[in-house]
């Protein structure tokens, strides 16, 4: 992910006022909130479907640790962004739920800007491998892992990255 982005989020998330109330936001029938719920873009945080979390099984979420993981304070995003390709394109995330609209909200951010982003998937096309995410020009979050030569926890272990 680009420096930019990053820089733009931990600036967003820490400095500015984190007022969420930019966003429209409804909760549909299938209780997913839907925020600004246009035709054109998508940004919407759900609990994790079932399919995503069998998904994650055995990836992000290691199966050695699959029962300390609570995926109930997680969030499945669904994010519309602006591709390298000058198109729209819809990712997908995972976050922590305590993060959810503020992620949201700097996306569409990011979209009604049209800042660029090669692509946005879950770190699980990766097999959870973060250097081939990263080296595919990947934007994702949630991934339980350790720190590369330590027994430490990852902030995207703990749902709480800021390198969204």
Same mark, same amino acid.
């Given at each position: 992910?680009?420096?930019?982005i990053i820089l733009f989020?931990?600036?967003?998330?820490?400095?500015?006022?984190?007022?969420?109330?930019?966003?429209? +936001?409804?909760?549909? &029938?299938?209780?997913? *909130? %839907?925020?600004?719920?246009?035709? !054109?873009?998508?940004?919407?945080?759900? @609990? =994790?479907?079932?399919?995503?979390?069998?998904?994650?099984?055995?990836?992000?979420?290691?199966?050695?640790?699959?029962?300390?993981?609570?995926?109930?304070?997680?969030?499945?995003?669904?994010?519309?962004?602006?591709?390298?390709?000058?198109?729209?394109?819809?990712?997908?995330? +995972?976050?922590?739920? &305590?993060?959810?609209? *503020? %992620?949201?909200?700097?996306?569409? !951010?990011?979209?009604?800007?049209?800042? @660029? =982003?090669?692509?946005?998937?879950?770190?699980?096309?990766?097999?959870?491998?973060?250097?081939?995410?990263?080296?595919?020009?990947?934007?994702?979050?949630?991934?339980?892992?350790?720190?590369?030569?330590?027994?430490?926890?990852?902030?995207?272990?703990?749902?709480?990255?800021?390198?969204?």
């Amino acid at each position: 992910m680009s420096k930019f982005i990053i820089l733009f989020i931990i600036f967003r998330m820490m400095y500015m006022n984190q007022d969420i109330g930019k966003l429209n +936001i409804d909760t549909n &029938s299938n209780g997913i *909130e %839907v925020f600004n719920n246009q035709e !054109e873009n998508v940004f919407t945080s759900e @609990p =994790i479907p079932n399919n995503v979390y069998e998904k994650m099984l055995g990836k992000s979420i290691p199966m050695e640790y699959k029962d300390g993981v609570n995926i109930d304070e997680l969030r499945y995003l669904k994010i519309t962004y602006w591709g390298f390709d000058s198109k729209t394109h819809v990712g997908e995330m +995972i976050v922590n739920s &305590s993060v959810a609209r *503020e %992620v949201l909200d700097i996306f569409k !951010e990011l979209y009604e800007i049209k800042y @660029p =982003i090669e692509k946005i998937k879950l770190i699980d096309e990766y097999n959870a491998n973060d250097e081939l995410s990263m080296s595919d020009n990947n934007t994702s979050s949630f991934c339980y892992r350790v720190v590369s030569g330590t027994n430490n926890l990852s902030n995207h272990a703990k749902r709480c990255s800021n390198r969204y």
